[in-house]
């Protein structure tokens, strides 16, 4: 089993979460691992963690594929020229011209950029000795979907005018006055608040769920090891759903990206367009 696994079995009984020398069931311990260096700054305490130094692993192997796809670039791609470009491609031809629209291709670096930090920081979560993925942290997810937020409203603005996107937001076209009172604040609520709330919600649920089943089945096989009669058995099961679990964890990485920079490009979309 992994050393990250082992170390947490020490650090949970220590804590004495359970009874005995019972299973010790992991906890939020391990979304708050201790600093390794802590300072201020203009009275801002500020503390890194092993988790920060996963995202700044994460963002510079993403920055250093993307460069070395492009160092060479030639007519009959290479292997890294080829994954850089389909995943390019993908994102250009599946998001920026499908769902943004015919007007989406200019968003294509960034929604491209977007998608490729999120996978990056996600694939940190089954990474030996980083094992646990940025993103499963509320705050990474929360300050990417302010980052959306402001854009798509400032894309609105610039294309359509701030009177015209604000009243189509207020005012639904083809409403009956009335209504307003009712459409209004939802309309209000759902542009400004849920929209940006559940993009962050979306991706860190799943990146959390999926860390804590990975650490429930890796924890489960190392105690199982380590008792006697029937738990012989059990251990090699609770190994394979661990690896199991690992592989699904794998897909859903990957998904989670793709599904946060598709809802961009549909919140893109409705900024553009005229009517929402």
């Given at each position: 089993m992994t050393s990250s696994a082992l170390a947490l079995v020490d650090v949970l009984a220590a804590e004495g979460g359970g009874a005995g020398d019972g299973f010790q069931a992991p906890g939020l311990s391990e979304f708050y691992p201790e600093p390794i260096a802590e300072f201020s700054l203009l009275g801002v305490d500020f503390a890194i963690?092993?988790?920060?130094?996963?995202?700044?692993?994460?963002?510079?192997?993403?920055?250093?594929?993307?460069?070395?796809?492009?160092?060479?670039?030639?007519?009959v791609p290479g292997k890294m020229q080829f994954i850089g470009e389909s995943g390019y491609s993908l994102v250009r031809d599946g998001i920026a011209r499908d769902v943004v629209g015919p007007r989406g291709i200019p968003f294509a670096p960034f929604l491209a950029s977007l998608f490729f930090f999120i996978l990056a920081n996600n694939l940190m979560a089954i990474i030996p000795f980083a094992q646990i993925s940025p993103m499963s942290k509320f705050a990474f997810p929360l300050v990417l979907a302010a980052i959306c937020w402001v854009i798509y409203i400032y894309i609105g603005i610039r294309e359509q005018g701030a009177g015209r996107y604000f009243k189509d937001i207020l005012f639904l076209p083809g409403v009956p006055k009335p209504m307003y009172i009712l459409v209004t604040p939802i309309e209000i609520l759902q542009n400004f608040v849920v929209r940006p709330f559940t993009l962050a919600v979306r991706l860190f649920a799943n990146m959390f769920a999926g860390h804590m089943l990975l650490v429930v089945f890796s924890l489960g096989a190392v105690y199982l090891f380590s008792r006697d009669n029937f738990s012989i058995v059990f251990g090699p099961i609770s190994a394979l759903m661990a690896i199991v679990m690992t592989f699904f964890e794998l897909l859903v990485i990957f998904l989670q990206a793709y599904v946060f920079t598709v809802l961009m490009g549909t919140y893109l979309n409705g900024s553009i367009e005229a009517e929402h």
């Open positions: 963690t092993r988790i920060t130094l996963g995202l700044w692993f994460a963002t510079l192997a993403m920055l250093v594929f993307m460069v070395m796809t492009v160092r060479k670039p030639s007519i």
